[in-house]
């Protein structure tokens, strides 16, 4: 049994920063990809951001919007990712669900709310 778990959301002012975590649990290994994504009301869910590991290497993967604020990393030895968000704006205020897949399945966390007010 695969668990996902974020943790890091919350209430920021606009121009803020927040950091995300996701840790998956239940002897996971070779993850790939790991990912973030978001879920504003009314609007369906969107990829964020992704990574994927290939030996020492990690290749990252990110929505327009977000390219040059947020930053996507991973921790392999912890099977986490995370996700540091910078010069959060309004329209940054979604549900956060980080997604990872293994053994060709997808898991998905139970989401945290980032909220950005002006």
């Known amino acids: 049994q695969v668990r996902v778990v974020e943790s890091g959301g919350g209430l920021v002012q606009a121009g803020g920063s927040l950091r995300l975590s996701c840790v998956a649990s239940?002897?996971?290994?070779?993850?790939?990809?790991m990912g973030w994504y978001r879920q504003a009301p009314g609007k369906q869910r969107e990829l964020v951001a992704s990574i994927t590991s290939r030996g020492s290497t990690n290749f990252a993967n990110y929505a327009d919007s977000v390219k040059g604020r947020f930053t996507i990393s991973r921790d392999n030895a912890k099977s986490a990712v995370y996700l540091q968000m910078n010069s959060l704006k309004p329209e940054d205020t979604a549900v956060y669900y980080c997604n990872v897949r293994f053994l060709f399945n997808d898991y998905w966390g139970q989401g945290t709310q980032v909220t950005v007010y002006s």
């Open positions: 239940g002897s996971v290994v070779n993850i790939n990809p």
